[in-house]
Every structure is written in structure tokens, then in C-alpha cells.
């Protein structure tokens, strides 16, 4: 049903699971003696990190924030707001953040700082996907990219167009028509 809607498959399901064990393998790697707190950021990450999680061989609890940036829709201010905050502590803990896509980087710049505000011992970013193109704060940097792609709005695998389409098995772009109606 949903199939009907979608212009192109940008990233298969098939290249997700690649990308899965390989990010897996990179974090298990990587945390080795480490417990990690995995902190999702609501709602786009939800079905990436529940994947994720499950490709990563150590002690991991996880927690979420969901956060909204001031501004209008298509451009972000750059203040964001705490929707809905931790449940965990942060301090002295090794968190990695995970986000579906990185797109100006304002987003994740804001969240970072909190955290490191909050006296984490370490804070790494573990991105789906990633448009470097749009970047706008340099100094946000993904340590884990799943993969970069063209600036082009997506939708699946946790990414939304009014809050559809994040049930989508793979990752593609809508049709024109899709837009326009809305
Ligand atoms: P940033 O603060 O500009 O990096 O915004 C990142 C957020 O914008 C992501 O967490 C998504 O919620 C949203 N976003 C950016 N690009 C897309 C896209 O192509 N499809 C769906 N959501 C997107
Ligand atoms: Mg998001």
C-alpha cells in the first residue's frame, strides 16, 4: 500500500542490515569494557536504535529524548526545546546518541553540549544516515555514519513526512504528488 507513494528506494533494506553489523561491529569494538548508555532522540531514531541495539555486543542500557526545534518548518533555529528529557542521570557515564539523520547539525550541536554540561564522561554520535552537504555547525561531527546521501528529503526506516511513512522497511524519496497535496 504504502509503495504506491514512493517515487525511488534510496537505501535498501538489504544495504540497512550492512549497515547494521557493520556500525555494530564498530561500536562493540570500539566500548570494549565499557558499559554504554544508547540515548535515542525521538521520534526518527526509534526504529534505527532498536535494530542497533541489538548488533552490539556489551552491557548497554538505554534511555530517550525528544526534542523540537524552535523556528519555522523548514528552517531550525538553532534553539531547541526539551519535549520530553532523560530518565537517566548522565554524569560519569559513556552515552551514545543516536539519530536518524544529521542534516544542519543544530539538532545534535545542542544535545551534545547538554550533555557534556551534565558531565558525561563521553559523548559520540551514531548516526543512520547523514547529508554533509547541509551542514551548517562544522563541529558536528557523526563518530558512526550508517550512510551519507544527497540532499534530498527522505522518508522510512524511522524518517517521517507528517508523521507517516516511518514504518517503511527501507529508505526512499516520495513522489512529487505526495508533497503537493499536503
Ligand atoms: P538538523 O538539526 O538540521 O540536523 O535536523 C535533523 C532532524 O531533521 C532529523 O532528526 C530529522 O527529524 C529531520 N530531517 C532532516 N532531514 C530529513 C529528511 O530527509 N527526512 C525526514 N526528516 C528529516
Ligand atoms: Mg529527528
Known amino acids: 500500500m504504502l509503495e504506491k507513494d514512493i517515487e ?4 535498501s533494506k538489504e544495504e540497512i542490515d550492512q549497515a547494521l553489523s557493520r556500525l555494530g561491529q564498530d ?25 542497533l541495539v541489538r548488533h552490539i555486543d556489551a552491557y548497554v542500557t538505554i534511555d530517550f529524548m525528544d526534542v523540537s526545534s524552535y523556528g519555522d518548518a523548514t528552517q531550525s533555529s538553532g534553539e531547541v526545546k526539551i519535549l520530553k528529557d532523560l530518565n537517566s542521570s548522565v554524569e560519569g557515564k559513556h552515552i551514545l546518541i543516536v539519530e536518524d539523520i544529521i542534516d ?15 558531565k558525561a564522561a563521553s559523548v559520540r554520535i551514531c548516526t543512520l544516515l547523514d547529508k554533509p552537504e547541509r ?9 558512526y555514519v550508517g550512510l551519507d546521501i544527497p540532499n534530498e528529503f527522505v522518508v522510512g526506516y ?15 524519496v516520495l513522489k512529487p504528488a505526495i508533497y503537493q497535496e499536503a
Open 8 to 11: 525511488r528506494v534510496l537505501v
Open 27 to 51: 561500536i562493540t569494538a570500539d566500548y570494549e569494557g565499557k558499559d554504554i548508555l544508547v540515548i535515542g532522540i525521538l521520534r526518527g531514531a526509534a526504529v534505527f536504535m532498536a535494530d
Open 104 to 118: 544542519t547539525g543544530r539538532t545534535l550541536h545542542y544535545i551534545v553540549g547538554l550533555l557534556e554540561h551534565r
Open 135 to 143: 551542514r551548517e555547525i562544522a563541529e558536528v561531527k557523526p563518530d
Open 158 to 172: 524511522g524518517l517521517d513526512f507528517k508523521q507517516r511513512y516511518r514504518n517503511l522497511p527501507y529508505i526512499g
